[in-house]
T-cell receptor
Framework: GAVVSQHPSWVICKSGTSVKIECRSL??????MFWYRQFPKQSLMLMAT?????????EQGVEKDKFLINHASLTLSTLTVTSAHPEDSSFYIC???????????????FGPGTRLTVL | KNQVEQSPQSLIILEGKNCTLQ??????????LRWYKQDTGRGPVSLTI?????NTKSNGRYTATLDADTKQSSLHITASQLSDSASYIC???????????FGDGTTLTVKP
């Protein structure tokens, strides 16, 4: 099956520091990856869509200078939370769309998530 | 605006019982509909994916149905187990921009 990994699984950092989260598709190529944020008892909220070799597309209200996304290869995308503050504390989940698609429209495979706590 | 609405918001059932979760959507044009299971503190895991022409798809004790005419889907869980306690999310993708719209999920609690 298709596996997506995230690293780290959890991170605690001080306010003002930057944190990088990696998302890897382990056994398939992903030209498109997605980054989500999820607050407790809420659904996933799409932050940005990352396409390999091009700039990410951010959803309305998401600061691109704060959440830096790099998708340098077909198997790796990174999200860097710059100058993190306590309100950035959340569960960050990435997903990858398989390419070529295994079925109509392709499928999205999710990573296990990264719990970020900013003190 | 594309929307996906799930019901109920939460559900408590006894172990061994069956249950059905609902998903209504307005996403158009339709590409596919997926059901995911998300355990607390984990990423969503795909249960089923259905296209326009598929009415029913099963994955073990999970059976999803799709009525593309009424834009409704359901997820039926048979002989529930404690490990079924999770959030179940319905996701519908459109063919235009290829964007996926997420439902808010149904939180299922299975009690012994």
């Amino acid at each position: 099956g298709a596996v997506v990994s995230q690293h780290p699984s959890w991170v605690i950092c001080k306010s003002g520091t930057s944190v990088k989260i990696e998302c890897r598709s382990l056994d398939f190529q992903a030209t498109t990856m997605f980054w989500y944020r999820q607050f407790p008892k809420q659904s996933l909220m799409l932050m940005a869509t990352s396409n390999e070799g091009s700039k990410a597309t951010y959803e309305q209200g998401v600061e691109k200078d704060k959440f830096l996304i790099n998708h340098a290869s077909l198997t790796l995308s990174t999200l860097t939370v710059t100058s993190a503050h306590p309100e950035d504390s959340s569960f960050y989940i990435c997903s990858a769309r398989d390419f070529p698609p295994r079925g109509p429209g392709g499928e999205q495979f999710f990573g296990p998530g990264t719990r970020l706590t900013v003190l | 605006k594309n929307q996906v609405e799930q019901s109920p918001q939460s559900l408590i059932i006894l172990e061994g019982k069956n249950c059905t979760l609902q998903c209504n959507y307005t996403v158009s044009p339709f590409s596919n509909l997926r059901w995911y299971k998300q355990d607390t503190g984990r990423g969503p895991v795909s249960l089923t994916i259905m296209t326009f022409s598929e009415n029913t798809k099963s994955n073990g004790r999970y059976t999803a149905t799709l009525d593309a005419d009424t834009k409704q889907s359901s997820l039926h869980i048979t002989a529930s187990q404690l490990s079924d306690s999770a959030s179940y999310i319905c996701v519908v993708r459109d063919t235009n921009a290829g964007k996926s719209t997420f439902g808010d999920g149904t939180t299922l609690t299975v009690k012994p």
